[in-house]
């Protein structure tokens, strides 16, 4: 059993796509915290009024198997009412190689801009 936070489920079954991707945010004991990805928009670029944020929830970790690893992305095929089949959930890891090659990258924008050195305050 999952707990959404901030999801909108009312729409059709006509407009529901038949799996949604999902990012382990972390595992905290026997519960991994997981974060639908969103690739349409990054968060910097949502308008806070129109977004509710991002769609978290907490499964238990058993669910996911050895898919309950830190940052894997997974591809959760949906049940006949719209809700995830956690346990068929498969793991992307080219979207997880892609992920950390845009991280990696980010970091190293940021380290040619930091004069380094101490802050003076």
């Known amino acids: 059993m999952s707990e959404r936070v901030g999801s909108d489920r009312a729409r059709g ?5 038949e799996e949604e991707v999902w990012v382990v945010d972390r595992v905290e004991g026997r519960v991994a915290v997981l974060v639908e990805e969103r690739g ?3 968060p ?4 806070s009024d ?3 944020g991002p769609v978290v929830v907490e499964v238990a ?5 050895d898919h309950a690893v830190e940052g894997a992305v997974l591809r959760v095929p949906l ?3 719209g809700e995830p089949d956690w346990e068929k959930a498969s793991r992307d890891t080219a979207a997880e190689k892609a992920r950390r090659q845009e991280g990696e990258a980010v970091i ?3 380290k040619r801009r930091d004069p380094g050195g101490d802050i003076a305050l």
Not at 13 to 17: I, L, N, Q, Y
Not at 61 to 65: Q, R
């Open 13 to 17: 079954a006509r407009d529901r796509p």
């Open 40 to 42: 349409d928009e990054a």
């Open 44 to 47: 910097d670029q949502r308008d």
């Open 50 to 52: 129109s977004s509710p």
């Open 61 to 65: 970790a058993e669910l996911l198997g």
């Open 79 to 81: 049940g006949a009412v």
């Open 108 to 110: 190293e924008r940021l």
